[in-house]
């Protein structure tokens, strides 16, 4: 059963009104003696009145502080401490009232903050980390260019530009995804046709396909929708890319595109090289690459990235994949 919340401005004044009952009732009762008694007695309930009086002032205010301005105060510390980067630091929840909300919004916040400076430092770590290795390598085979046979150059220049590739589109998903994560105000204001989206991104990477011999089988009911057109091709992008780069050679992909009244379905499904049930748990984290066999291909950014923009468009993005046997990527979007 939820709790009923019980306003500060409630408590206030259910504690004020209980002491002016209190007040009214000594009054009265004090009253009865100080007319009907002797002037000794009547002056005896006078101070003795006076006092209690000062008694429930006094109880009164203790109890204002401890309701009200304690716990301000101490939110008023917590916010120092966070001002000066210490986000551990958390506020007591007491009660049900608006200042309990307002701590609990302080504590999640504190978090959020504390989540933020440590993906931060690892953010750092990790580009500064993947960096180094393809600025090695680029720099090993132009050196190596100068005393080389004209064979010798071409497949110097094949990894360096393989390199030169991997850290621009490693750049690309860094600027998207702070962008991504710096609002959440999303446009989709674009007309465009997801299918056609769909068939370019396929187009324009048929030679890569095309090396491999795989067999892409496309399923895609041309529509017209209205949203984000930039980031919903970075969907299409990024899963039907990992599916030519994870599938074997010789093997299938097939990809699905159906429209409903309400919603956009996709799914790709490869026969390829699969992800265990361990790694499906980490799959959508920031730099996750998985399995060996994974690791050069991705820089653990594309997965995280794809289902960010999913997410920020109001879908819902699924997968299932047996090792060695294939994976299907399923995204359900709203119209």
């Known amino acids: 059963m939820k709790k009923r919340k019980i306003s500060i401005t409630a408590k206030i004044l259910i504690t004020a009104g209980s002491i002016l009952i209190g007040i009214l009732f000594l009054f009265n009762f004090l009253g009865f ?40 105060l101490e939110l008023n510390q917590a916010v120092q401490k966070v001002a000066q980067g210490d986000y551990t630091v958390t506020v007591s929840s007491r009660g049900n009232d608006e200042l309990s909300t307002l701590a609990d919004n302080f504590n999640k916040m504190a978090k959020e903050l504390q989540l933020n400076a440590m993906l931060s430092k690892d953010f750092v770590s990790y580009v500064s980390h993947e960096l180094k290795t393809p600025l090695s390598v680029i720099r090993t085979h132009a050196e190596a260019l100068y005393d080389s ?36 105000m999303i446009s989709k204001d674009d007309e465009f046709s997801p299918s056609e989206q769909i068939k370019s ?61 309400n919603e956009l379905s996709f799914s ?34 594309g997965l995280y990235l794809t289902k960010n923009i999913v997410q920020k468009l109001g879908g819902k993005i699924s997968v299932t994949s047996e090792i060695n046997k294939g994976s299907c990527f399923t995204v359900i979007l709203p119209l």
């Open 149 to 184: 046979t004209d064979e010798e150059r071409r497949a110097y220049t094949d990894v360096i530009i393989g390199e030169t590739d991997w850290l621009t589109g490693l750049s690309k998903n860094i600027i998207m995804l702070c962008r991504l994560d710096s609002t959440n």
């Open 201 to 261: 991104f396929v187009l324009s990477t048929q030679m890569q396909w095309d090396a491999k011999k795989l067999n892409v089988e496309l399923d895609v009911e041309d529509c017209e929708i209205k949203g984000n057109a930039g980031l919903t091709y970075l969907i299409w992008q990024n899963l039907i890319g990992n599916a030519f780069k994870f599938t074997n050679e010789g093997g299938n992909v097939n990809i699905s595109l159906h429209k409903s009244q």
């Open 33 to 72: 003696f100080v007319f009907t008694g002797t002037e000794g007695q009547s002056n005896i309930y006078l101070i003795i009145g006076t006092l209690s009086i000062a008694v429930l002032i006094a109880v009164f205010i203790i109890v204002i502080y401890f309701i009200v301005i304690k716990r301000i």
């Open 268 to 301: 790709v499904i490869d026969d390829g090289i699969g992800i265990s049930e361990g790694d499906k748990e980490k799959l959508f984290s920031l730099f996750f690459t998985g399995n060996k066999s994974r690791n050069r291909e991705g820089s653990g950014i």
